[in-house]
């Protein structure tokens, strides 16, 4: 019997969630699903674990399993869901009941039993007592609030291989395109007489300073192009008069630098449909706590949230904030995402593979959905790489990441409040990313189209409308 070959080895968080992401897959659940022998599947695990750059034989990954099983059902039936303990139990609690509940329901008493079932059935319990080397050797503590050591084994994976379990990297754009392309234009909501104010989307965008005002209005404004029916900015009180004045659309609330900023938007949470939490947000410390708590509520109430620009560096210094929360997306540019990284790595980028590092930084983040914008547009969850291709221009004006940011918030939200078969059970964050991605790109190319060098974000903006029809209603 192989079950003590895991002894002394440590899975580290980042090999574990890659484990779970596999072993969730829909065709090992079914596999796994059926009452017969399933040494095969773990074999099929290793294999595909090995691809992924960790080398573990397949009892070592039916033990580890079966040892996060245990912990998921110790956390589940003690009840400590309730009291916020659970996560001290099973750390993976989210993935588990992700996975789990999906199948058929599990016999608590069988994984907790001895002995209660046949020899390789994942439930199978060794004659030793449960010996979950990270268990032992780590414990399960909450996630950290600094930054850990996340340990690659020496990965003899290439990029080709890594795609091919998502899409080969020769066709991945055409994929992407022809593949998720539909599933956006199934997300967006019908415009019907049915319907009343604030429905289509209540977008809440945090950010706007003395210094940056621009990049606030232009995600909010964006978001009511793309079709938001409100879109309201939560801003520095500097910046609120001045926002206010750009635009009579948008709601301003100049609350972020007041004593009781996390009550005063607070109150406004349960209205919004999403937040989209960074442009323009600076650096202030207090400006970002109150940042880190309203992030917090609103993981709180499962909204949708996007961060970017100044909330990317908030996450770089405290990952934990939005690690593991499904409906996160982080939408870097190259120098952001570089920081993500490398405060996730503790070591240097390997910036000749972006696809690989952008999957490792998803990952490490518990997969959250990133977007590595640049030449290509990068969207992963960790499991799937999409490139986004979508013909633009040469033109960089400042300010496209937020009309980047503000549309996704509206499609994450469309996203979210799909069927699954809208989406084809493809992950949401993935559909609304790769959605505001062709978006910006199709409006920088129709804007430098009409002003070349002049192009500017607010020429961009302007192209919103027929390059959202373009794309996805025609
Ligand atoms: N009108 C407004 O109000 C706008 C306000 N904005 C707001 O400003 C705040 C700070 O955002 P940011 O853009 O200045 O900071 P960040 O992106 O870190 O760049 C810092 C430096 O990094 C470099 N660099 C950047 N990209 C790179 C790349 N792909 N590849 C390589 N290098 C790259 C480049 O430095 P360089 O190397 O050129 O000297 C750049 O100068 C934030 O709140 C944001 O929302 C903007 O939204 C714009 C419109
Ligand atoms: N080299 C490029 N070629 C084509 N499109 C690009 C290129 N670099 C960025 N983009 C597009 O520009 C959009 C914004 O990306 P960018 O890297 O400018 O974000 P950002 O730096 O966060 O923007 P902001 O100026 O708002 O802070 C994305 O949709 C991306 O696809």
């Not at 016999?107 to 439930?123: M, N």
């Not at 949470?269 to 989209?276: A, G, I, M, W, Y």
Request: hydrophobic content about 35%.
């Amino acid at each position: 019997m192989l079950a003590n070959s895991t002894r002394g080895f440590l899975w580290s968080d980042v090999e574990t969630r890659t484990l779970l992401n596999i072993w969730g897959e829909r065709d090992i659940q079914t596999a796994l699903g059926g009452n017969f022998r399933n040494s095969h599947v773990y074999r099929d695990v290793a294999r595909r674990l090995g691809i992924m750059g960790f080398e573990r034989t397949p009892e070592q990954c039916r033990v580890r399993i079966k040892s996060l099983k245990r912990q998921f059902i110790l956390a589940k039936e003690g009840n400590l869901r309730n009291n916020g303990q659970y996560h001290k139990i099973c750390k993976f609690y989210d993935a588990m009941e992700t996975i789990l509940s999906c199948r058929p329901q599990i016999d608590p008493q069988e994984l907790l039993d001895s002995g209660a079932v046949g020899d390789e059935t994942e439930e199978e319990v060794d004659t030793d007592p449960p010996q979950d080397p990270y268990l032992e050797s780590t414990g399960e503590s909450s996630y950290p609030e600094t930054q850990v050591k996340l340990e690659y084994p020496p990965i003899p994976v290439t990029v080709g291989n890594i795609l091919e379990r998502s899409f080969s990297l020769g066709t991945a754009a055409r994929r992407g395109m022809d593949d998720i392309l539909p599933l956006v234009k199934n997300i967006v909501p019908q415009l019907t007489s049915k319907k009343h104010k604030g429905q289509d989307g209540r977008i809440g965008i945090i950010g706007g300073c003395q210094e940056y005002t621009g990049a606030p209005y232009f995600a909010a404004i964006s978001a009511l192009k793309v079709g938001a029916d409100v879109s309201h900015v939560f801003c520095a009180k500097a910046a609120a008069t001045v926002i206010k004045s750009y635009s009579p659309e948008l709601i301003v609330h100049p609350v972020l630098d007041s004593p009781n900023a996390v009550e005063e938007i607070e109150k406004w949470l349960p209205r919004l449909h999403c937040l989209v939490v960074g442009p323009g947000l600076g650096r202030d410390e207090m400006l970002l706590k109150t940042a880190k708590e309203v992030i917090e509520k609103s993981k709180a109430r499962d909204i949708p949230i996007v961060i970017d620009a100044d909330g990317l560096w908030l996450v770089a210094q405290q990952p934990s904030v939005i690690q593991g929360y499904k409906k996160g997306i982080l939408t870097p540019n190259y120098m952001e995402f570089t920081q993500l990284y490398e405060a996730m790595h503790h070591e240097p980028l390997d910036s000749s593979d972006h696809q690989r590092s952008a999957m490792e930084l998803s990952v490490a983040m518990g997969n959250l959905t990133v977007v590595l914008k640049g030449e290509d547009d990068l969207i992963t969850d960790g499991k799937k790489v999409i490139l986004c291709r979508q013909e633009g221009s040469g033109c960089r004006c400042g300010g496209q990441g937020d009309l980047l940011s503000g549309s996704l918030g509206v499609l994450a939200h469309w996203a979210y409040t799909s069927s699954a078969d809208m989406t084809k059970s493809v992950n949401p964050s993935v559909v609304a990313a790769f959605g505001a991605c062709s978006l910006t790109r199709q409006c920088n190319r129709q804007a430098f189209h009409k002003h070349w060098r002049a192009t500017t974000t607010t020429d961009m903006i302007q192209e919103i409308s027929s390059a959202f029809k373009k794309l996805f209603e025609s």
